[in-house]
T-cell receptor
Framework: DGGITQSPKYLFRKEGQNVTLSCEQN?????MYWYRQDPGQGLRLIYY???????QKGDIAEGYSVSREKKESFPLTVTSAQKNPTAFYLC????????????FGNGTRLTVT | SQKIEQNSEALNIQEGKTATLTCNYT??????LQWYRQDPGRGPVFLLL?????KEKRKERLKVTFDTTLKQSLFHITASQPADSATYLC????????????????FGRGTQLTVWP
């Protein structure tokens, strides 16, 4: 089945540690995105990538890093520099064309204590 | 800066009634507007898209309208069912992203709909 896999579903880390969230897709979509969702807030864009080896900062990129070495994969690293890392992280993909919708994974809930 | 507002955080209606959710935006009109459904602990799922030159779009029990004069989109669910209970998000694409394959979508905070029997 085609889809987007985010793993793990739940992740716990101690403050000061870096953590990497996985996102894999087999939809053959060119564009991939990382969003963050906090209670009572809309989705906020962290990073996005249109092609392999290229990515751009979104609205809240500070404290995060990404890589796009393969079309299928777009991992997100939450670094210790991120002030409030506890959140629900969503990965999404999109095919070519300005009207195409986003396809989301089922998210990773990160808790940092 | 652009701002998106969804009318209320929560909407409770009785089964069989029509649910109407509102999405308002500021400044200039987006190229198009999308509606998504999100269930607890899951990623959003795309429902409908309406372009700036379209007034209305329908899909089964769903209807979306787009009024660029009022800067508003309405999302209707007719004959609502308890299974329609979820959070509904509107998302807009603006300006320089119009012709872009990438197209950055901006999301509202969502409206949590509860349909009770």
């Amino acid at each position: 089945d085609g889809g987007i896999t985010q793993s793990p579903k739940y992740l716990f880390r101690k403050e000061g540690q870096n953590v990497t969230l996985s996102c894999e897709q087999n939809l053959n979509h060119d564009a991939m995105y990382w969003y963050r969702q906090d209670p009572g807030q809309g989705l906020r864009l962290i990073y996005y990538s249109q092609i392999v080896n290229d990515f751009q900062k979104g609205d809240i990129a500070e404290g995060y890093s990404v890589s796009r070495e393969k079309k299928e994969s777009f991992p997100l690293t939450v670094t210790s520099a991120q002030k409030n890392p506890t959140a629900f992280y969503l990965c999404a993909t999109r095919r070519q064309g300005p009207n195409s919708p986003l396809h989301f994974g089922n998210g990773t809930r990160l808790t940092v204590t | 800066s652009q701002k998106i507002e969804q009318n209320s955080e929560a909407l409770n209606i009785q089964e069989g009634k029509t649910a109407t959710l509102t999405c308002n935006y500021t400044n200039y009109s987006p190229a198009y507007l999308q509606w998504y459904r999100q269930d607890p602990g899951r990623g959003p799922v795309f429902l409908l898209l309406i372009r700036e030159n379209e007034k209305e779009k329908r899909k089964e029990r769903l209807k979306v309208t787009f009024d660029t004069t009022l800067k508003q989109s309405l999302f209707h669910i007719t004959a609502s069912q308890p299974a329609d209970s979820a959070t509904y998000l509107c998302a807009l694409l603006w300006g320089t992203d119009r012709g872009s394959t990438l197209g950055r979508l901006y999301f509202g905070r969502g409206t949590q709909l509860t349909v009770w029997p």
